[in-house]
């Protein structure tokens, strides 16, 4: 029998990054908190603080199979973010938008239980309007080696749209943009975390084509607010919402500052652009404004600093600082 009247949430993905600080967040709410994860980017480790909680579960499971339990809200974050991960089993990743977003609303269905997708701004692909706003439909290329992230993504917001007017299914979607912090996995492939270890490792920092392509990185606290305000918004707020940091910086300027935060005197190396890398992105997030009260409040260089530490920190233990040994 339930002993408190405290709200359960499910987190899928919750042993990833951006899992593992909405898990942490949630109980700090107060909230019973049942993290699901597959472990195939995320890792025990990023909740081991949060298992003595009598309100913390952790389940091993793939979203791709049903799942039977019994919670009053899901937040659906499984899925592999970098494309270095999404790319490796690219079927996999389809699987696990497309069929992890049918049996997560189906659960959310049978429960009466709201549900927030974790979309992304892949789903603008490589965006010929700029900034990108929520009305925009994207240029994805759907045959393209990130098609499988892209379209997994897409599908699975039509998927959340069709249970919400067909089943009446109570639906958030957030459109996330470029989003960083502690935790990240120092080999997950992404743009900050590679920089910040390789500046911290003295390794060459990986710059790919001329590097004048842009991003918009929102610090992970930031964003984990978008999300609770938006899961606590009114019914009739379906999104699809952009939740991101409007700053916009190349590749360059980011390997600039992650020099100079980390004091590093790595030089910078030219790789190939990847196919489809989009040259430009930057959130509109007047909706975010204007309907849930939301903008970040974290500016680059501070968030940098806090993920600095953490890597530091982390690469600092025996047998990771490697690379460069
Ligand atoms: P992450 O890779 O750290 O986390 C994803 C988690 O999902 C991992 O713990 C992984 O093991 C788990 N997972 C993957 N496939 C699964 C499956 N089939 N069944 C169960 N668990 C599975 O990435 P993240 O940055 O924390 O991203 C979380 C979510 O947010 C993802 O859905 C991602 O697409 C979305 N998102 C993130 C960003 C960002 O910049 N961080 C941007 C846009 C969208
Ligand atoms: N990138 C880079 N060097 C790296 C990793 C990524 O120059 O070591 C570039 C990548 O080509 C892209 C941008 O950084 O233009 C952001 O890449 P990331 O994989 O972080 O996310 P994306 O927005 O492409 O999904």
Redesign the pocket.
């Known amino acids: 029998m339930r002993q408190s009247a405290s709200k359960r949430v499910l987190v899928t993905g919750g042993a990833g990054f951006l899992g593992s600080h909405l898990c942490e967040r949630l109980l700090a709410q107060g909230c019973e908190v049942l993290c699901v994860d597959n472990y195939f980017t995320g890792s025990r480790n990023n909740v081991a603080h949060l298992t003595n909680s009598p309100r913390f579960e952790l389940l091993r499971h793939d979203v791709t199979l049903p799942l039977h339990v019994e919670v009053d809200e899901i937040y659906n974050l499984a899925c592999p973010a970098?494309?270095v991960h999404y790319r490796h089993d690219p079927i996999h990743t389809m699987k696990t938008s497309v069929l992890g977003a049918i049996n997560m609303l189906g659960l959310a269905k049978r429960l009466n239980a709201r549900i927030l997708q974790a979309s992304t701004s892949?789903v603008y692909g490589d965006p010929s309007v700029h900034p990108q706003p929520e009305t925009y439909r994207g240029d994805v290329n759907p045959i393209g080696p990130r098609a499988c992230y892209d379209e997994g993504k897409r599908c699975a917001e039509t998927l959340f749209f069709d249970y919400h007017r067909r089943h009446g299914v109570e639906i958030k979607v957030a459109r996330i943009f470029?989003t960083y912090g502690p935790r990240m996995h120092p080999e997950d492939?992404?743009?900050?975390s590679?920089?910040i270890v390789q500046a911290l490792r003295g390794d060459p920092i990986?710059?790919?084509?001329d590097?004048t392509?842009t991003?918009s990185f929102c610090y992970v606290d930031d964003l984990i607010d978008g999300f609770l305000a938006l899961m606590d918004s009114p019914a009739a707020v379906t999104g699809p919402v952009n939740l991101g940091n409007p700053g916009e910086f190349t590749?360059l300027d980011l390997a600039e500052k992650v020099l100079k935060l980390t004091g590093s005197s790595s030089r910078i190396i030219h790789r190939e652009?990847?196919q489809d890398?989009?040259r430009q992105?930057r959130p509109d997030i007047t909706v975010a404004r204007t309907v849930l009260g939301w903008r970040p409040r974290v500016p680059l260089d501070a968030g940098l600093k806090r993920t600095i530490a953490h890597f530091d920190a982390l690469l600092g233990r025996p047998g990771l600082r490697t690379a460069a040994e």
């Open positions: 970098s494309p892949e470029n492939g992404r743009v900050v590679n920089f990986t710059i790919y084509g590097g392509q991003r590749m652009l990847p890398d989009p992105r």
